[in-house]
């Protein structure tokens, strides 16, 4: 694609039926009022590229209400992290997924990697301005009564362990540390992606992966050890685990063992460290140290191969690694799948594996990648495009 083309307000160019390097491009998104899809990948909390994004795509208007009629947003995942407007982004979606049933067409989000993250308190990649969008939600009591308890674990959990953890995390988290450990805007933050908050409890009951038209979504990839469990069974065993985490840590708050503020991480080190004391867990926190255990070792959550984490159709050499891209599919019964969480080298819009494998994240986060905010469109007639 030539450098006079990068400066089109829109490109519009054709992958499918076109030999390797041969695209056709255009100014305009298509005009067609029914029946177009529109796949967008990553977000990563740039919720300026992304508004912009949906209304030259003709989804959104000025007022950012669903315009596109009965058209169909689907958005793969990684709504967050990284970037400032994440909070602004799923809102959003969620404001547009009724306004787009209305008006006969669709807007359907599925979690990624990152949304997965935020629910199970993996924070590593929080832009610090996230948690300031959330800070006038915070009220004082609420932070006054996390602190007490979250200082207080050592005594509260008393009995209830086998190990010494909390005596360790006390160097690190402690009356000094804590307002630069939980930043303003911190815990309304957590309370939002709890299932009683109104982003955790939505982003909880959404899809893993989506098939339309033998078109399969997902953010991460779909391996061969997944390819063999059909779609309804990925997205019911996410949601199952999901909840089942969240409940079981809900109830060691409850009991005063743990507060999933601290961070999943340091939840793996507690049970790890209770594990490793040798004596059976005590029975008030038994059943909830066996169901994070389970979810810890076997879940789709957290499995490097599962569909939000899996890299291989992205990144595995196209000749090899074709039959069992050819096994996949077949597996699934699907044409092609669309995937986001890992970027091109191009940051546009790549096919593999002759098309049967799109991948749609193309950097979208101005800030941190430098990329473009893209969409994948397809056509009534089969044909695809890429609008950039």
Not at 256 to 280: M, Q, T, Y
Request: charged fraction near 20%; charge should be positive; proline fraction near 4%.
């Amino acid at each position: 694609m030539n450098k006079h083309l990068l400066l089109l307000a829109a490109i519009v160019s054709w992958l499918a039926a076109c030999p390797a390097g041969a695209q056709e491009t255009a100014k305009k998104p298509p005009s067609s009022k029914t029946g177009v899809r529109f796949a967008i990948g990553d977000i990563h909390g740039d919720y300026a590229s992304f508004i912009k994004l949906l209304g030259r795509l003709g989804l959104v208007d000025s007022k950012l209400r669903w315009s596109g009629g009965r058209k169909e947003l689907i958005q793969t995942g990684d709504i967050f992290d990284r970037g400032p407007g994440s909070r602004a982004a799923v809102e959003l979606l969620m404001k547009l997924e009724g306004e787009a049933k209305k008006a006969g067409g669709e807007a359907t989000t599925l979690i990624g990697n990152h949304e997965v993250m935020n629910l199970v308190g993996d924070l590593r990649y929080v832009d610090p301005r996230e948690y300031t969008s959330f800070a006038a939600d915070e009220t004082a009591a609420l932070r006054a009564k996390k602190k007490a308890a979250i200082l207080g674990l050592g005594k509260s959990s008393a009995g209830l362990l086998r190990s010494n953890y909390y005596a360790g995390l006390a160097s690190k988290i402690n009356a000094t540390t804590f307002d630069v450990s939980f930043p303003p805007g911190f815990f309304a933050h957590r309370e939002a992606f709890s299932l009683r908050g109104k982003i955790g409890a939505w982003l909880a009951t959404r899809n893993t992966v989506y098939l339309k038209d033998r078109n399969l979504f997902v953010h991460g990839g779909i391996s061969p050890r997944v390819s063999e469990i059909l779609p309804g069974k990925i997205n019911s065993t996410v949601r199952a685990d999901l909840k089942a985490f969240l409940t079981a840590t809900d109830k060691l708050e409850t009991l005063g063992v743990f507060d999933l503020s601290l961070g999943v991480h340091e939840l793996f080190l507690l049970l790890a460290r209770e594990k490793a004391a040798g004596a059976a867990p005590h029975p008030k926190v038994a059943a909830s140290f066996a169901v994070l255990e389970r979810i810890k070792n076997t879940s789709l959550l957290f499995a490097p191969d599962g569909p939000f984490w899996y890299r291989g159709l992205a990144l595995g050499d196209e000749k090899a690694f074709a039959p069992e891209v050819k096994k996949i599919l077949g597996f699934q019964d699907v044409d092609r799948i669309v995937i986001g969480h890992t970027q091109p080298a191009s940051l546009r819009i790549q096919g593999r594996f002759s098309n049967s494998v799109i991948m749609i994240d193309t950097g979208m986060n101005q800030q941190v990648y430098m990329g473009r905010a893209s969409a994948l469109i397809f056509q009534p007639d089969g044909k695809l495009q890429v609008f950039e």
